[in-house]
């Protein structure tokens, strides 16, 4: 019997590779807090290209970024228009009321995507005594929704309708570069429509550490200094930034294989007629398993799998969550696949 884990949790748990590690040892590195550590200042470059703006902050995580980017775009008292089922509403620990002292406004998306219609009647209007709309975020590829693809037409009408008012636009694009190897739609057209965009090189990038935040140099700097308050000024973290530029030269591309293994997890898990799974919205890296049918709690068929070596996590109450990454093969997915396909009764 084979006993291998097979870890399909988070594209989170990817270990560096051994060329990257080669990467990070050999990278020349200074004092970030003065600016002056080559391998931070050449992914910033990097990065602000890729995503076609002027300025980028490399910054420890995916939570930082986004939060720099509310506190640098509103005033306290200001509201945030977010989606119900958003990173920055569920899992970043209520960080805008803390942090930024904003109140979020949470609309309802279909599978993570707002519809531009949806924004005018949540618009408050230029009262006094009524919080300021400042700002509204979008998430590409949606996280809890499952990995699902923001069109890019949608993307534009949101842009067009905030821009008339005055309203800036932030993506939290932790995996913008899976949406953007699935479409082809290059990384800095989707950022085009944006004021700032978060993205993360620890996910399916592979990378240790880090996330950036691009904008315009004046907004960048602004961002640089909360990142001081927050205790994010880091010295010679060229090591870590130069396992995020290994990952841009050499990760993206590849991210297509994680989605072709999540279609192939996806596929063999339907032929459980008990366990629900959405085909067409399996668009990346991420497969979401609706489990109501089981008569079980998600709590166990997490300790069932457990027991049979293939690791998951929970989406939410009725549903389990697989994500694929570098770090396992086709063949360990197929397995993980036929475990929880064959382990899984009503
Ligand atoms: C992972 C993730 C983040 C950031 O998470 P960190 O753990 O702070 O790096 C932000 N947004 C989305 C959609 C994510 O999936």
Redo the contacts with the bound molecule.
Sequence with gaps: MNTEIIDLRSD?ITRPTDAMRQAMAQAPVGDDVFAEDPTVNLLQRRVAELLGKPAALYVP????S?QLAIKAHTQPGDEVIVEKDS?IFNYETAAPSILSSVQLHVLSGQHGILRAEQLAPAVRPFEYYMPRTALVCL?NTH?RAGGTIYPIEEIRRIRDFAKALGIRLHL?G??LWNASVATGIAPREYAECFDTVSV?F??GLGAPVG?ALVGTEELIQRARRFRKILGGGMRQAGIIAAGALYALEHHIDRLKEDHEKARLFAERVANNPVLGIDLKNVQTNIVVIDIAQTGKSTGELLDLLRANNVLLTDANYTSLRAVTHLDVTTEQVVRAAEIVANSIRS
């Design positions: 989170t995580s995916g939570v930082m986004n990173h998430e996280n939290d932790a995996r993360c620890s996910k996330s």
